[in-house]
């Protein structure tokens, strides 16, 4: 019989393990470490998931970890804030590697960055299996101009389908981008399309490269209002 474990355990060689699945993917592809990354990701989440008192002991850190995140995020990870995302519902391993971004530096926010090194790994893990299992909350914009909607529906479909999915929830992941807010959507598209130091994507780079500001203005509306 296996013994249930609780995050602490489950969690306690998380980075050894990363950093060793990393090394050795070192010949491969970037894609091929990324994809071995966040299947690394993915089991650390499953063990918990899978262990009925390793979910309810990480609902609870979670819960209280997310004391961090409430005036921005919202108590239950929806934002009130037009340029701040939610995180209710996010995909645990797409949320997840964002927060190893910005502990390890590889994305870079003035306030987010601190934030995510004061967490440990375990508080890391509890906080998105917490997101992960909330309702995301979102009032449809009844002023959308349909035909910037038409718009915005063709250029998803023709460039975001793959990864993120015909709801925009996000493929096994990939960012839940549905009904975020939509300053928030512009925002991140252009700052991908004109890549900086701050936070670099290769994959979203090149997608973003072909995008137009209104473009960018169609995409937000649609996914914004996007359910």
Request: one cysteine or more; a neutral charge; proline letters at 4%.
């Given at each position: 019989?296996?013994?249930?474990?609780?995050?602490?355990?489950?969690?306690?060689?998380?980075?050894?393990?990363?950093?060793?699945?990393?090394?050795?993917?070192?010949?491969?592809?970037?894609?091929?470490?990324?994809?071995?990354?966040?299947?690394?990701?993915?089991?650390?989440?499953?063990?918990?998931?899978?262990?009925?008192?390793?979910?309810?002991?990480?609902?609870?850190?979670?819960?209280?970890?997310?004391?961090?995140?409430?005036?921005?995020?919202?108590?239950?990870?929806?934002?009130?804030?037009?340029?701040?995302?939610?995180?209710?519902?996010?995909?645990?391993?797409?949320?997840?590697?964002q927060l190893?971004?910005?502990?390890?530096?590889?994305?870079?926010?003035?306030?987010?960055?601190?934030?995510?090194?004061?967490?440990?790994?375990?508080?890391?893990?509890?906080?998105?299996?917490?997101?992960?299992?909330?309702?995301?909350?979102?009032?449809?914009?009844?002023?959308?101009?349909?035909?910037?909607?038409?718009?915005?529906?063709?250029?998803?479909?023709?460039?975001?389908?793959?990864?993120?999915?015909?709801?925009?929830?996000?493929?096994?992941?990939?960012?839940?981008i549905a009904?975020?807010?939509?300053?928030?959507?512009?925002?991140?598209?252009?700052?991908?399309?004109?890549?900086?130091?701050?936070?670099?994507?290769?994959?979203?780079?090149a997608a973003?490269?072909?995008?137009?500001?209104?473009?960018?203005?169609?995409?937000?509306?649609?996914?914004?209002?996007?359910?």
């Amino acid at each position: 019989m296996v013994k249930a474990m609780y995050p602490t355990r489950i969690i306690s060689n998380y980075f050894n393990l990363a950093i060793s699945l990393v090394l050795l993917s070192f010949p491969l592809t970037a894609a091929c470490a990324d994809e071995a990354l966040a299947k690394v990701l993915q089991d650390r989440i499953d063990q918990v998931k899978q262990d009925p008192k390793a979910m309810k002991a990480a609902m609870a850190k979670g819960k209280e970890a997310a004391g961090f995140c409430v005036l921005c995020h919202g108590e239950t990870g929806n934002s009130s804030k037009a340029e701040v995302p939610h995180l209710a519902g996010q995909n645990p391993v797409y949320l997840l590697d964002q927060l190893e971004r910005f502990t390890d530096g590889s994305r870079d926010d003035f306030i987010m960055s601190p934030l995510a090194k004061k967490l440990t790994p375990d508080d890391k893990v509890a906080l998105v299996v917490y997101y992960a299992n909330q309702r995301r909350l979102a009032n449809v914009a009844s002023n959308a101009d349909p035909a910037l909607l038409v718009r915005g529906q063709e250029i998803f479909e023709k460039n975001c389908i793959s990864c993120h999915g015909d709801d925009g929830r996000g493929k096994e992941g990939y960012a839940y981008i549905a009904a975020l807010p939509e300053k928030y959507i512009a925002g991140t598209l252009t700052r991908f399309r004109e890549p900086n130091s701050h936070r670099i994507n290769v994959l979203m780079a090149a997608a973003a490269s072909t995008l137009s500001n209104e473009d960018i203005d169609a995409l937000a509306a649609y996914l914004s209002n996007l359910r």
